[in-house]
């Protein structure tokens, strides 16, 4: 599993981004997948996480209502639609895979190189 994550960027409070994250390493079909991401100075964060048929999908209360995570097998991918974006949102977003197709926790297998997401007026 090779995991690149990509779609940063600046973006002023209320817009939207769309983050991607593409396998390089294969298949992802049996894999747990899942977006964290670390604002600078602190730990590590949750945000959501999808099953490897997409039925079960967790988010952080954070955001929840704006964010939404999908996934798309045959290219072997994972996306992270954010919507209304706020300052708070700031960090670098990482995706992540789990082995276990149905595994939703903090501690996945297989980390991306993460993309910056700044958001500031």
């Known amino acids: 599993v090779q995991l690149q994550a990509s779609g940063g960027g600046p973006v002023h409070p209320g817009d939207s981004l769309r983050l991607s994250c593409v396998n390089s390493?294969?298949?992802?079909?049996?894999?747990?997948l899942g977006w964290f991401r670390q604002a600078p100075g602190q730990e590590r964060e949750f945000v959501a996480t999808?099953?490897?048929?997409?039925?079960?999908?967790i988010y952080a209360d954070s955001v929840k209502g704006r964010f939404t995570i999908s996934r798309d097998n045959m290219r072997r991918s994972v996306y992270l639609q954010m919507n209304n974006l706020k300052p708070e949102d700031t960090a670098v977003y990482h995706c992540a895979a789990d082995s276990s197709p149905n595994y939703s926790g903090l501690y996945m297998d297989y980390w991306g190189r993460g993309t910056l997401v700044t958001v500031s007026s």
């Open positions: 999808i099953n490897w048929n997409g039925e079960t999908i």
């Open positions: 390493g294969g298949t992802v079909d049996r894999n747990s």
